[in-house]
Nanobody, 121 residues
């Protein structure tokens, strides 16, 4: 079992930056090696992929490409989402995910509780 805990959300003005962190603890009993990344859910909307990092590469949503970066520190078992030039459209609950790949949320085994990001104009 893997627990994911997000931090770093908050309220910022448009154009500012935030860095989200997700720390993972525990281990997967099936020993799968999967990706880690971030989804988000805006009010009244479906969960959509923001970014995911796997050993094969990185995938970004078109809406964040060029503004967001994802990285992983294996030494601290932490994945980061650096969000630059934030826009009001980025307002959402951001979820850390693990043991999955691609854009379908059903492909990810572990989910954090989410952290709120609010961008004011």
């Amino acid at each position: 079992q893997v627990h994911l805990v997000e931090s770093g959300g908050g309220l910022v003005q448009a154009g500012e930056s935030l860095r989200l962190s997700c720390t993972a603890s525990g281990s997967d009993s099936d020993f799968r090696i999967g990706g880690m990344g971030w989804f988000r859910r805006a009010p009244g909307q479906q969960r959509v992929l923001v970014a995911v990092l796997t050993k094969s590469g990185t995938t970004f949503a078109d809406s964040v490409r060029g503004r967001f970066t994802i990285s992983r520190d294996n030494a601290t078992n932490t994945v980061y989402l650096q969000m630059n030039n934030l826009k009001p459209q980025d307002t959402a609950v951001y979820y850390c995910v693990a043991e999955g790949y691609g854009r379908d949320p059903r492909d990810y085994k572990y989910w954090g509780q989410g952290t709120q990001v609010t961008v004011s104009s």
